[in-house]
């Protein structure tokens, strides 16, 4: 197999260098006219051929300038390094300002009571345990999965068995956020999103024991090979050190933005790669862990697997670049800012699309018998009784749905059937409430 394709910049040797592109330091920035931190691979074409090297050596110049050198480093001992252009500040500071915020700074048309956050969260980490399981190859439909996490019913295969690790990880993840990371932090992780599979000969819970992996780039070339694995728990102890180490800028430390903070972490378990399996959903609940555990509560609500996995050639692209310049760390981290902004994008248009779904229900339900008789859970299960006339509930999946026990789900459950809206049927010990095929009838004869 080839190695990547992906091109080595010209070298800069200074001072030899320095004669020759200090013309250039007055016109030359580290990104360029649009704030694009561009790899020479994308930069050479857009220069003129016979200034193409003095220029990308400039702008190299003023890079090395700004680095931020990290104590994490690669398998020769050079440091991993990155810089904070404008452009990064500025998609930081409008990250900060959704990130740090409740449901509410995104749509607010979505009221943010308690009841409806915990329905949000748990619908939403479903989206993204399902998104990430298809990233990495599961195949199944979004909505056989969703029922089988909302009824938590046993997975039937390998493909469902990863989509309920995943949201078991993520899970995990959040009720772990006030931990430090450790070793055995990290292989808890790994055992929960590997657990039952078989890919690659995994061993949940397991550092791999050989070197017969690599990271390809989408063309069938080697992307990267990752360190040796006699050298995994050292690294992984490294990596727990960072993570753990105060990077806030008080008391005399450096200061690392928590969003980069937690983007290096997830680039760095893909270096490592210390698993033959799931490293890539082991990558992610370290991600979110390390979002959650500073405070940024929102980032529960998005999913950055679904937007991996409509461009992985420009994931591949963004590490292999890293690689390829010096450890250099921002253009992954622009990469990664870009994605998380976009499922920013995404969450509001989702939670604009239930808030209006749930008005015209709401609506709709002021105008009946039953009025303001109704909570949340109670219209929200008419909502999707209404788009699915047929559809079974159970105390077990409006339970989970929703974070309420199960004696809380039956009574909503029951309530809809003492109105008329379900009608409910026994199989065997447990009752099931069915939405009959003529809801928006019974909805209808019952206005005021």
């Avoid at 992906?6 to 004669?19: N, T």
């Avoid at 500025?90 to 409740?102: P, R, S």
């Avoid at 791999?208 to 780039?217: A, V």
Wanted: aromatic content about 10%; glycine content about 4%; overall charge neutral.
């Amino acid at each position: 197999m080839a190695k990547s394709r992906v091109e080595k910049a010209p070298l800069l040797d200074l001072p030899d260098d320095f004669q020759v592109i200090a013309p250039l330091l007055k016109i030359c920035d580290v990104t360029d006219s649009q704030g694009r931190y561009l790899h020479w691979s994308q930069l050479k074409w857009r220069l003129p051929k016979d200034q193409a090297a003095s220029i990308w050596k400039a702008i190299k110049f003023k890079r090395m300038s700004q680095y931020k050198r990290l104590t994490l480093t690669d398998e020769a001992g050079q440091p991993f390094q990155y810089c904070t252009p404008h452009s990064m500040e500025a998609m930081l500071y409008q990250l900060v300002k959704i990130a740090g915020g409740n449901v509410g700074a995104i749509a607010d048309s979505v009221a943010s009571d308690n009841l409806q956050n915990k329905f949000l969260v748990s619908s939403l980490i479903m989206e993204e345990a399902i998104t990430s399981a298809q990233l990495e190859g599961a195949s199944t439909t979004r909505e056989v999965a969703k029922k089988m996490l909302e009824e938590e019913r046993e997975p039937v295969n390998e493909d469902e068995r990863m989509i309920l690790n995943n949201y078991l990880l993520l899970k995990y993840a959040e009720q772990h956020k006030s931990s430090t990371l450790t070793t055995d932090v990290i292989l808890e992780f790994h055992r929960i999103a590997t657990s039952g599979t078989t890919e690659n000969n995994v061993i949940p819970g397991q550092f791999r024991i050989d070197n017969d992996i690599y990271i390809e780039d989408g063309d069938g070339n080697i992307a990267h090979q990752p360190p040796d694995f006699s050298l995994i728990v050292d690294r992984i102890q490294a990596l727990c050190t960072f993570a753990n180490t105060e990077h806030t800028g008080l008391n005399g430390s450096d200061f690392i933005h928590p969003v980069i903070k937690a983007i290096i972490l997830h680039f760095m378990l893909g270096y490592e790669h210390p698993f033959r399996d799931g490293n890539g959903r082991t990558a992610r609940a370290v991600f979110y862990w390390f979002m959650l555990r500073s405070e940024y509560h929102l980032f529960k609500y998005v999913s950055i697997s679904k937007l991996l996995k409509e461009k992985p050639k420009d994931y591949g692209l963004s590490f292999m670049y890293t690689e390829k310049d010096d450890n250099d760390l921002t253009y992954f981290i622009y990469y990664q800012l870009e994605i998380i902004t976009r499922a920013f994008d995404e969450l509001k248009r989702y939670l604009d699309k239930k808030a209006d779904e749930f008005k015209k229900i709401s609506e709709t339900l002021e105008k009946t018998a039953w009025g303001n008789k109704l909570n949340f859970i109670q219209k929200d299960l008419i909502k999707k009784a209404v788009k699915e006339p047929g559809r079974v509930f159970s105390s077990k999946a409006v339970s989970s749905a929703y974070s309420v026990s199960v004696n809380t789900a039956r009574t909503h459950l029951e309530k809809l059937t003492e109105m008329k809206l379900f009608f409910s049927t026994k199989d065997g010990k447990t009752i099931l409430y069915i939405a009959p095929s003529d809801i928006l009838t019974r909805l209808n004869t019952g206005k005021v």
